[in-house]
């Protein structure tokens, strides 16, 4: 029931993006797991806000998310449950990225960035289950 009222709040809002329907193809059901890829932007002003925050991915299913850091701040990806943390450094020059890689099992993940923990977070739900014919 939980997860319900975070899906259809997450639709209302609009804020949730769905990975897997990006990269679905007709053999989808029966072709070898590709990599599902995802960039996170991270925009200014003050501590920053991550665009999408939340997404849905296949489960057991590798995930590969790029996270461009806009900000002058530094900022975390961070999945305690999986001990996915990696930094991005400040855009002093220019924009910087960081390539994180991981492969969920069914269910949801809270991320969040360490420094800022209180505001710039969200959930990876991999809980969509694709099988021959369902495309
Ligand atoms: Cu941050």
Not at 61 to 88: M, Q, R, S, Y
């Amino acid at each position: 029931m939980k997860m319900l009222a975070f899906l259809a709040a997450a639709a209302i809002a609009g804020t949730l993006v769905l990975v897997g329907a990006i990269m679905l193809t007709p053999d989808a059901g029966t072709a070898a797991p590709k990599t599902q890829r995802l960039v996170i932007d991270i925009y200014g002003p003050g501590h920053g806000t991550a665009v999408p925050s939340n997404f849905a991915v296949r489960p057991r299913v590798p995930v590969e998310i790029t996270i461009v850091n806009h900000t002058t701040e530094l900022h975390t990806f961070t999945i305690d449950e999986l001990g996915v943390n990696a930094a991005v450094m400040p855009a002093i020059m220019g924009p910087t990225s960081l390539t994180v890689r991981f492969t969920p099992k069914h269910g949801m993940l809270r991320w969040q960035c360490v420094p800022c923990r209180s505001h710039m977070h969200g959930m990876v739900l991999a809980l969509l289950e694709l099988r021959a014919g369902s495309v």
